[in-house]
């Protein structure tokens, strides 16, 4: 049952109602408020505050400040006057239950508004933050497509100064061409020449020296020439080519594999469950509780927590490592390493006991065995084993460090940790062994 408060002091204006109420040492988070226009309760465990106030007041406007012991409510009035007590004096218990229980819904409702209001509040801002976004992503394909359109248009425009200056460089080399047909000398010699008639053997007769002959005769000898050359590079080609091989088809099949060892050498069940295992654990995600809603879309990414607690211990900040593991765990207890990494903090911070329940969590889930998870079951064996000899259990350490070794058999520093293992049984459990041997 709660204790009232009954040392609480008040005061008054016409306007406002002051009340201080001491916290008895009670902290600032675990103060319970409830304020309504004719009900005011203040509850820190075991201490309860509770008062009918004598008139309404403006809940709207009241405040309330907690801090250095003491809460101090300002309560300002509806109606302008001043009071003859601070709280009713009926002592009908049915009036005061109407008025608590009405306080406690008003209370539930104005939680539940604020509640809305802030989600609203937060999808806005999430809508906001995705058609920022968009407009951004919009914005930049435009940029890059005005570069490509004044790309284009200037390749363009360059395609088309070459054409015309190639069109260019063709006239006037036409123009120099029949520059050069044209007969040299002086103009009567030409129509002297052109005058001249000689007589083939048919009796026929032609101009010796007419432009169109002159050049029908270069192009000949140009054409002659250009076919000697071609038939003389075919056959230097034809003579340098080695014969065609003959016709065949080469038959090449592989098996697609992910794990390291060959097929033939591998246990191929028990490395597609693994598989199968992972890429289940990398979907599975646990239902978010209402205190994990408010974190960022990385912080709800069991990887990207792997990889902030592995900094985190890096860094030695293990107890900030084991919230990370922690947190990415309740996100998703399927991934194994989460598990045997929070051993290895554990280890650090001397919680001997949970870091042998993790390692073993962890070795459950490293199932079944295959070389894939060959390096993070020796780990995780080292770990518990490790934690084993720290609370003097060397009999379980020494089982687990032989598990690691059957793993990896060429680690020299698992064989000297195993032989000293030994050496410590050896020599504190004698009588053990000697009554192992008898039986």
């Known amino acids: 049952m709660p204790l009232h408060v009954t040392d609480f002091t008040w005061t008054q204006t016409e306007s406002t109602v002051h009340i201080k109420v001491p916290l008895k040492g009670a902290k600032a988070g675990s103060v319970d408020i ?37 809460a101090v ?48 509040k937060r999808q806005a801002e999430r809508k906001y933050a995705l058609e920022t976004m968009m407009k951004l992503e919009t914005e930049e394909k435009e940029r890059i497509q005005k570069m490509k359109d004044a790309e284009r248009e200037q390749m363009t425009a360059e395609l088309a100064a070459w054409q015309m200056k ?15 047909i044209q007969p040299r000398g002086s ?65 090449v099949t592989f098996t697609p594999r992910v794990f390291p060892t060959a ?23 646990n239902a978010e509780p209402e205190e994990l809603q408010d974190l960022t879309e990385e912080e709800r990414n069991p990887d990207w927590l792997k990889q902030k607690g592995d900094k985190c211990f890096t860094n030695g900040d293990y107890v900030g490592a084991v919230k990370a593991y922690s947190l990415g765990i309740r996100l998703n207890g399927s991934i194994p390493a989460l ?66 070794l059957k793993i990896d058999p060429h680690n020299t520093g698992l064989q000297e940790d195993a032989q000293m293992i030994r050496s410590i049984i050896q020599g504190s459990a004698g009588q053990v062994k000697l009554w192992s041997n008898e039986t």
């Open 263 to 285: 097929l033939r050498e591998s246990l191929v069940s028990e490395e597609e469950e693994w598989l199968k295992k992972q890429a289940e654990a990398r979907r599975a995600v």
């Open 339 to 404: 598990y045997s990494n929070r051993a290895a903090c554990h280890l650090k911070l001397r919680n001997l006991h949970k870091a042998i329940e993790d390692s073993s969590k962890a070795l459950d889930l490293l199932t079944p065995a295959v070389p894939a998870n060959a390096a993070a079951r020796v780990r995780a064996s080292v770990r518990r084993g490790t934690a084993f000899c720290q609370l003097e259990l060397y009999a379980e350490g020494l089982q687990d460090y032989e598990a690691a």
């Open 166 to 180: 190639r069109k260019q460089e063709a006239e006037k080399a036409q123009k120099n061409q029949n520059h050069q």
């Open 73 to 120: 409510f300002t309560l300002p009035k509806k109606t302008a006057k001043m009071w003859e007590h601070l709280m009713m004096t009926t002592d009908d218990k049915e009036t005061k239950r109407g008025i608590r229980e009405r306080a406690l819904l008003k209370q539930q409702e104005k939680l539940s508004a604020e509640s809305k209001q802030k989600a609203e």
């Open 187 to 251: 103009t009567d010699t030409a129509e002297h020449r052109l005058m001249e008639v000689q007589k083939n053997k048919d009796g026929e007769s032609f101009p010796a020296y007419h432009p169109l002959s002159c050049f029908i005769k270069s192009v000949i000898k140009e054409i002659l020439l250009l076919l000697v050359h071609s038939t003389t590079k075919n056959q230097k080609i034809q003579t340098r080519l080695p014969p065609p091989r003959p016709r065949g088809n080469i038959p």
């Open 34 to 70: 409830v304020s309504t226009e004719e009900y005011l309760k203040l509850h820190f465990p075991p201490f309860l505050f509770e008062a009918f106030l004598f008139e309404p007041v403006d809940d709207d406007r009241s405040t309330a400040k907690v801090g250095n012991g003491v």
